[in-house]
């Protein structure tokens, strides 16, 4: 089971950002995919969640109506569109397969004000 974030950088306040994560080794269209973040000295957060089939999706109120979890599934890719960007959303963000407890290696993002 391995994923790859991609997709982080530097971008003001404001601002808009894709992230994606490129699943193998599992069947990605069955597993249930969820995006975290995490700042240095805090525990990982929830972002968003997706079902399999994309029809569930549920976010962590802070990023709600800013955030966007989707999945093309052909690709074995997961995605988050983040929109409004803060501050206080600079952060490493990690996906994570619940169902083989496996996270990424996370990618940078920082919101400059």
């Known amino acids: 089971v391995h994923l790859v974030e991609s997709g982080g950088g530097l971008v003001h306040s404001g601002g808009s950002l894709t992230l994606s994560c490129a699943a193998s080794g599992f069947t990605f269209r069955s597993e249930y995919m969820n995006w975290y973040r995490q700042v240095p000295g805090n525990d990982r957060e929830l972002v968003a969640g997706?079902?399999?089939?994309?029809?569930?999706?549920n976010y962590w109120p802070t990023v709600k109506g800013r955030a966007t979890i989707s999945r093309d599934n052909a690709k074995n890719t997961l995605y988050l569109q983040m929109n409004n960007l803060r501050s206080d959303d600079t952060a490493v963000y990690y996906c994570?397969?619940?169902?083989?407890?496996?996270w990424g290696q996370g990618t940078q993002v920082t919101v400059s004000s």
């Open positions: 997706i079902s399999p089939n994309a029809d569930i999706t």
């Open positions: 994570y397969v619940p169902y083989y407890n496996t």
